[in-house]
Structures are given as C-alpha cells and as structure tokens.
C-alpha cells in the first residue's frame, strides 16, 4: 500500500502547562463553529435563567454541560475534561469565564496562523506557477 504524505496546518497545543489539543488555526469551519459558540455565550451571560437562589446552582450545572459538548462539538473531540477538568467552564478568572479566556487564548492563535500565511501567500503564487507549467496540458481550458 502507497503512503500519502500532504502539508496540513493542524497543530497541538499544551493547554496551561498539561493537556493537549490539536487543531487547525486556518480551518474555516474550525473559526466558524468557534465564534458562532463565542456568540452563543455572549448571549448567556445576558441571561439569568434562575428564578431563584436555589435555581443557581442547577442552572449553572446545566449551562456547565451544554457548554462542555458544544466546546467539544467545535473540536470534534472530547477536550473539556482535558482542559478544564471537573471546574465549571463558566468560573471566574481574571474576570471572564474561564471557558472566554480559552477561546481568547485560541482567537489569538488563529489571528497568527492567519498572519503567517498571509506571509506564505505570494510564494504560493510561484509554486503554484510551476506545477501549472508542468501539469497545465492536462487542464481543461
């Protein structure tokens, strides 16, 4: 059987020093589903959604675990208990939900990779030429 080897922009990434996750900062669908969920818990944290003292607690155990499978939905993967452990994504840190500062720490490697192939770009273009010189009579025109 033949081995096909091809250039993908997947990374993994250890998350504050201990889990790992892997995936591609240049997806599109990857960008999309992640500000889509960012949209999602901007809209949350509108919203009490107890009516009272008591209600906090069920509801934040439930937003907890609707917001676990949609994280991992965006990666396609189990990674919440990875990441974040047994601690309820929505918890306070730095003041943000610790589930925004990780999609902030993501936001941001998107934005690099972004910039990083913008730089590629043009020499794209020149390897793009030759393989059209060599392969282009196969092309319909």
Same mark, same amino acid.
């Given at each position: 059987?033949? !081995?096909?080897?091809f250039q993908t922009? @997947?990374?993994t990434y250890t998350v504050n020093c201990g889990a790992e996750i892997s995936f591609d900062p240049t997806d599109i669908s990857? !960008?999309?589903r992640l500000f889509s969920l960012v949209e999602k818990l901007e809209k949350q944290q509108n919203e009490s959604g107890a009516a009272t003292p008591? +209600?906090?607690f069920v509801v934040a155990a439930k @937003?907890? *675990?609707e917001m676990r499978a949609d994280?991992? =939905?965006v990666f396609g993967e189990p990674v919440c208990d990875k990441v974040f452990g047994k601690v309820n994504v929505f918890s306070p840190a730095g003041g943000l939900p610790m589930c925004m500062n990780f999609f902030l720490a993501i936001i941001d490697e998107i +934005? *690099? =990779?972004a910039e990083e192939e913008t730089k590629i770009s043009p020499q794209l273009s020149a390897y793009m030429q030759?393989?059209?010189r060599k392969y282009g009579k196969y092309m319909q025109k």
């Amino acid at each position: 059987m033949g !081995v096909l080897n091809f250039q993908t922009s @997947r990374k993994t990434y250890t998350v504050n020093c201990g889990a790992e996750i892997s995936f591609d900062p240049t997806d599109i669908s990857f !960008v999309n589903r992640l500000f889509s969920l960012v949209e999602k818990l901007e809209k949350q944290q509108n919203e009490s959604g107890a009516a009272t003292p008591g +209600d906090i607690f069920v509801v934040a155990a439930k @937003r907890d *675990a609707e917001m676990r499978a949609d994280i991992d =939905a965006v990666f396609g993967e189990p990674v919440c208990d990875k990441v974040f452990g047994k601690v309820n994504v929505f918890s306070p840190a730095g003041g943000l939900p610790m589930c925004m500062n990780f999609f902030l720490a993501i936001i941001d490697e998107i +934005d *690099a =990779a972004a910039e990083e192939e913008t730089k590629i770009s043009p020499q794209l273009s020149a390897y793009m030429q030759k393989y059209e010189r060599k392969y282009g009579k196969y092309m319909q025109k």
